[in-house]
């Protein structure tokens, strides 16, 4: 009996079907910011590749530990994050293995209508008008960058002192804080929360020469190294496909 033809259909099967990957999910950690795209792109890989990728977001605190036993992909919200999410999973990857792979913008988030007329960062200096910011997260520093890059201290002593005190500790707080306070008049923040959260407020693009960015950067772990699939969702996040989810949720195609 000749084989032959048989061998060569089911290896045409075999190629078909793609990789043969584990049947256990493939485990995503990171913040809140990027979660949107993330969780979007998650679920169109899964469905494509019929496995599932589950996207745990938030505060570090809130999924650390469990990262520590499970986690194949971390990403974060700007480079201090990373940074971070390394000492706090000591040995989980290697710093120099992150790979930035989109920017935003930061932001003004005003009240829907837009009552104050608020049009670009100096009018946040305008006396009276209430700011909110965050001061940790992947917001560690963004407003005294955003307020010092004219290198004029006049307009970081005039922001200051419209800024609500202290400053939120992360997205999700100061997200709750503009809810609870409407008196908040500005949010200081990055365009994509004003992408997930359009009713609760309005964006107001940030004026050169006041514009910074920051990057969502993603790594592989050690355990995900082990798997195929990790690697090929974060090809996948920088696909074109890729690109045009994070594109849909405020981020910036290369």
Not at 5 to 26: I, K, N, T
Not at 34 to 46: L, W, Y
Not at 167 to 176: I, T
Request: charged content about 20%; overall charge neutral; some cysteine.
């Amino acid at each position: 009996m000749n084989l032959r033809p048989l061998l060569a259909c089911l290896c045409a099967m075999l190629v078909a079907a793609g990789p043969a990957w584990a049947a256990s999910p493939l485990n995503v950690y990171g913040p809140g910011g990027p979660a949107p795209a993330m969780k979007e792109a998650a679920k169109r890989f899964g469905a494509l590749h019929n496995i599932e990728v589950n996207v745990t977001a938030g505060p570090t605190g809130q999924w650390v530990m469990q990262a520590k036993q499970d986690a194949d992909v971390i990403f974060s919200g700007a480079e201090n994050m990373m940074s971070d999410f390394a000492k706090a999973l000591p040995g989980a990857f290697d710093l120099k293995d992150a790979e930035p792979l989109y920017l935003r913008p930061a932001a003004i988030l005003v009240r829907p209508g837009n009552p104050k007329r608020i049009s670009g960062f100096r009018d946040l200096l305008t006396p009276g008008v209430k700011v909110m910011a965050v001061a940790g997260a992947g917001q560690t520093g963004l407003w005294e960058d955003v307020a010092g890059r004219t290198g004029d201290i006049a307009v970081v002593r005039a922001f200051r002192k419209n800024l609500l005190l202290p400053e939120a500790a992360n997205s999700a707080e100061a997200r709750q804080r503009w809810i609870q306070q409407p008196d908040i008049d500005a949010w200081l923040i990055w365009n994509i929360w004003q992408v997930s959260n359009p009713d609760l407020a309005q964006l107001v693009e940030m004026d050169e020469p006041f514009r910074i960015y920051r990057d969502a950067g993603v790594v592989i772990t050690g355990r995900g190294a082990a798997e195929p699939e990790a690697k090929a969702f974060v090809d996948y996040l920088k696909s074109p496909a890729g690109q045009a989810i994070f594109a849909k949720w405020g981020w910036k195609k290369p």
